[in-house]
């Protein structure tokens, strides 16, 4: 019984895949592994199968034959497919080397193969096959594995797209579609193991031809693309406006009224290609029985977690009058949900002094809460109105930005050591280009007495 089903078993093997002259195989059998789910911080359990399909072909090599062979796929069965060869071209005897998709560019010296992903891809549904996959055998099974990931970047807004570039200094790849897609959409980029470790800039182009770009800091805590893997990127806001040259870097000032008197103003500057480099504040002063004022925070330190948002902000400013001086520190920890700013948590220490005493005390832990609107956030307003007012370091989230709040704010609630002690609620107006005009800040102290903000903003 054994002996018949092993004489059925080569009967089958012979007419599929048949040798010429027994040593020169015209069909291989070639199997693909998976490939792991990954966010650009953390491993993920999901696994993404990547399938044979009808027609596709891959380049095998052997000692003899340094050229390579191409072979096309036919009796596909999801991961399992066989590859007959389309060439009279004669493969010789084994070991066998194949790289998969077939490129005429990749070579093979004898003992290694030389491939990579292509700087220009078409995006289609099966975009992990543009991963290029090597196996070697001593036979006629081949068992592929994958050389480089794929970098998955999730688009949101209103845009249509009709490319993405994704690039590291000098290096890059970009995803073409064959028609405009229009948003939200995801978007998949073969990349060679280890890339994007000190982070990434992407380009987006829509179907007008404009572009602008965004970036991302360092992938997997500065290991890069991992082989085999697809690593899902943070959302990127992709707004109609991005395109029409309306996003922060178009603000020319934000000016803050509180109560009816102007409090401040912050003036964008700009360097010659029209970046955004700086954001001057200009603060007057408020009758409040006082001579004098605090002045812009300094030694304002900001450090990033390995998903590139801010984790920490330690910041100092200092006080003057004719009557006493003060210093103060700042030592915030922000957490996020979503992808947005979630909590802040402040511990902030006063020194005061005057002719007659020096006192230093803490404020105790102070604690915020944010929710968001249903408004998106296409010119990185919310880097104004994440913090209190009349915090200079504001400014520097204005030129930055705050990675990932696609949407404004509605409400912040801070408690001090438990204790509510302040609600701030937000209401928008747009112009007529739809973009932000004003907007009304009300905030509430200890359920009691409030005040009331209003930033008026101008664009360029």
């Known amino acids: 019984m054994m002996k018949r089903i092993l004489l059925f078993a080569a009967a089958l093997i012979a007419v599929s895949c048949s040798m010429q002259e027994e040593t020169a195989p015209v069909c291989f059998q070639a199997s693909i592994e998976d490939m792991s789910t990954k966010t650009s911080v953390n491993i993920g359990t999901e696994t993404a199968s990547v399938v044979w399909k009808e027609g596709d072909a891959i380049k095998v090599f052997s000692r003899t034959n340094l050229q390579g062979v191409r072979f096309v796929a036919q009796n596909v069965d999801g991961k399992k497919a066989e590859f007959v060869s389309d060439a009279s071209s004669s493969l010789g005897e084994g070991p066998y080397w194949a790289a998969s998709p077939y490129d005429g560019n990749i070579t093979f010296d004898g003992e290694n193969i030389t491939c990579s992903p292509a700087t220009s891809q078409t995006r289609s549904s099966d975009m992990a096959g543009e991963n290029p996959m090597i196996a070697y055998s001593e036979g006629t099974s081949l068992s592929f594995k994958n050389t480089g990931g794929i970098l998955m970047l999730n688009l949101t807004g209103d845009a249509v797209i009709s490319s993405i570039k994704v690039s590291e200094g000098d290096s890059y790849w970009k995803t073409v579609c064959p028609m405009p897609v229009k948003l939200p959409a995801t978007f998949m980029i073969a990349v060679p193991e280890g890339a994007f470790k000190s982070g990434l800039t992407a380009e987006f182009t829509n179907s007008s031809g404009k572009s602008f770009s965004a970036t991302a800091g360092p992938i997997c805590s500065g290991s890069g693309v991992p082989r085999s893997y697809i690593v899902q990127m943070p959302s990127f806001e992709c707004s109609t406006s991005k395109f029409n040259g309306q996003q922060a870097g178009q603000i020319s000032s934000v000016s803050v009224n509180l109560n009816g008197q102007t409090l401040e103003t912050y003036t964008y500057n700009y360097d010659s290609s029209g970046s955004l480099t700086g954001v001057k504040v200009t603060r007057n002063a408020l009758s409040s029985g006082f001579e004098g004022g605090w002045d812009d925070y300094s030694f304002v330190t900001i450090k990033k977690g390995t998903d590139g948002k801010p984790s920490?902000?330690?910041?100092?400013?200092?006080?003057?009058?004719?009557?006493?001086?003060?210093?103060?520190?700042?030592?915030?920890?922000?957490?996020?949900?979503?992808?947005?700013?979630s909590t802040s948590s402040t511990s902030i220490v006063t020194r005061t002094s005057s002719s007659h005493y020096t006192r230093t005390m803490g404020t105790g832990e102070i604690a915020r809460q944010y929710y968001y609107s249903e408004l998106k956030d296409s010119f990185n307003i919310g880097g104004l109105l994440q913090l209190e007012s009349c915090e200079a370091e504001t400014a520097k989230w204005l030129c930055e930005g705050w990675p990932g709040n696609a949407y404004l704010p509605s409400s912040i609630s801070t408690t001090v050591g438990g204790i509510a002690v302040r609600t701030d609620s937000f209401d928008y107006s747009l112009d007529s280009s739809s973009r932000v005009k004003t907007v009304a800040r009300m905030v509430v102290h200890y359920g009691t007495y409030s005040d009331t903000y209003v930033y008026t903003i101008s664009y360029k």
């Open 312 to 341: 920490s902000r330690t910041a100092s400013r200092a006080f003057s009058s004719s009557y006493y001086s003060a210093s103060r520190s700042h030592q915030t920890s922000f957490g996020y949900q979503n992808g947005c700013l």
